[in-house]
């Protein structure tokens, strides 16, 4: 019986990882269709942290994207072209380099903020404000779990 149970189990959490990728897959292509601004998502979710969280280091946002600081230097490198990004040398010490949002980027966010509300929008709709709070609930504890597993690494 157990083995049964555990067989299930295994099945709905295989189940529950495709739905997810689907959606992920989904919600990217929607940005990709529907996106006029020349940049990935992201292009975008770097624009996005470093308006909303002010300049750093690429190495942090490296950490905070979940992505390597050379993945970081090259997309900077394009936003950087775009005229979105700026390099900025800390005064105190040169060897430290800055990325930082210019105001054609801050323009540019603006409008992939409303973008990004239009397109949730279309996700949600049918689900109720009750609903997107447990989703979001749920999401954080895979998260939680995601942490804790590894922190015992």
């Known amino acids: 019986m157990w083995a049964i149970m555990k067989e299930q189990r295994q ?23 529907t996106s006029n601004f020349g940049l990935n998502a992201m292009q975008a979710r770097i624009l996005i942290r470093l308006d909303e969280d002010g300049s750093q280091k690429a190495s942090a946002l490296a950490e905070q994207l979940l992505i390597t600081a050379g993945a970081i230097t090259g997309i900077a490198d394009k936003l950087i072209d775009m005229e979105y990004l700026e390099r900025v040398r800390d005064l105190e010490d040169r060897r430290v380099v800055y990325l930082v949002i210019t105001d054609k980027g801050k323009d540019v966010v603006q409008k992939l903020k409303d ?4 397109i949730s929008e279309m996700m949600f709709t049918g689900l109720s404000q009750d609903d997107v709070r447990e989703l979001t609930r749920l999401f954080n504890q895979v998260i939680a779990n995601m942490d804790k597993a590894r922190e015992r690494e």
């Open 11 to 33: 099945k709905d959490f295989l189940s529950l990882e495709n739905a997810f990728i689907q959606m992920k897959r989904r919600m990217d292509s929607e940005w990709t269709k």
């Open 115 to 118: 973008k990004r509300a239009e």
